[in-house]
């Protein structure tokens, strides 16, 4: 009895709506499999209160906490520095919580992007390859980021407001070894012969709204392009399927979130747990 602890750590998210993110169902099993006394807490945080949010788990304790939609870019201003990739990126989705002497020291990470990679590179290596992605929000960043990082020749931004394209563009252009480009979304958009990698990167095919696909035409899609969509819900989207009837190779987002939450659980507890867990766990969610 006397070794038995009461105070689990604590980690968890921080969203608008929180409802939505299976994370805590995956990380919860994860921490239970590695005999680890750790707890994810869930948490609706609209926007006026992330402030209060961050200096709560601050007071409580917390090794450290996701962040989701909208809080990526607000929660900057309450960090103490930010990882590499993360200030190239200019968003965070990860807080690791220091406690050094001289009080809390907050870090901000970005590990979406390197949850991409990591699920990329079993089926292809990004190293020398032209990407394209759809969409230029906070995912497409990271995505983008971290594959220009990994060795890709070239990502190509896809997006429907040119100054936003043409922003992730230039970050690419100016900040990572890749050449940054901009096309627009143009109706039934032709994708461009060459590409390694198509990436979905927008909530376009996210439940409620599972039978929308991005408007791309499929017949211009190489054969052969690895195919990957960012969409968890449903995990098979009509965007997924329709590459592979192409006879292209495909990669849900199942994945990118398995992968980005063994680097976040790796950041908190400095443990590997199991990507087997975690996956069994999101495929008993879906049903599949």
């Not at 006026?48 to 962040?67: K, P, Q, T």
């Not at 594959?147 to 190509?156: E, H, M, N, P, V």
């Not at 991005?214 to 960012?230: C, K, L, N, R, Y």
């Not at 990669?251 to 659980?265: F, K, T």
Request: charged share 20%.
């Amino acid at each position: 009895m006397a070794d038995r602890t009461f105070c689990a750590e604590l980690t968890g998210s921080f969203s608008t709506s929180a409802a939505q993110n299976p994370t805590v169902a995956i990380m919860e099993a994860a921490f239970a499999d590695a005999a680890l006394d750790f707890r994810y807490i869930n948490c609706e945080v609209p926007p006026e209160s992330l402030a209060d949010a961050v200096r709560g788990a601050i007071a409580m304790g917390w090794r450290g906490f996701n962040c989701s939609i909208p809080h990526k870019v607000a929660v900057i201003e309450h960090l103490d520095a930010l990882a590499q990739s993360a200030e190239i990126i200019g968003a965070v989705n990860t807080v690791v919580i220091d406690r050094p002497e001289g009080g809390p020291r907050l870090t901000g990470e970005n590990t979406d992007g390197q949850g991409f990679v990591a699920s990329l590179l079993p089926v292809r290596d990004p190293a020398g390859q032209h990407v394209v992605i759809l969409g230029a929000g906070g995912a497409a960043r990271a995505i983008a980021v971290e594959t220009a990082l990994a060795g890709a020749l070239s990502i190509t931004i896809v997006n429907r407001t040119p100054e936003r394209g043409q922003t992730v563009a230039d970050l690419i252009d100016a900040q990572t070894p890749a050449a940054g480009r901009y096309l627009p979304w143009t109706p039934h958009l032709h994708v461009p012969h060459g590409t390694g990698v198509l990436i979905n990167a927008t909530s376009i095919g996210f439940h409620p709204n599972e039978a929308e696909t991005p408007d791309v035409d499929f017949e211009s899609i190489d054969p052969g392009t690895v195919v990957a969509d960012v969409v968890v819900n449903p995990p098979e989207t009509n965007f997924l399927k329709a590459a592979a009837a192409r006879g292209c190779t495909t990669l849900d987002g199942l994945g990118m979130l398995v992968n980005q939450a063994l680097i976040n659980a790796r950041l908190w507890t400095g443990r590997d747990l199991s990507s087997a867990v975690m996956r069994r766990e999101l495929e008993e969610i879906f049903g599949l």
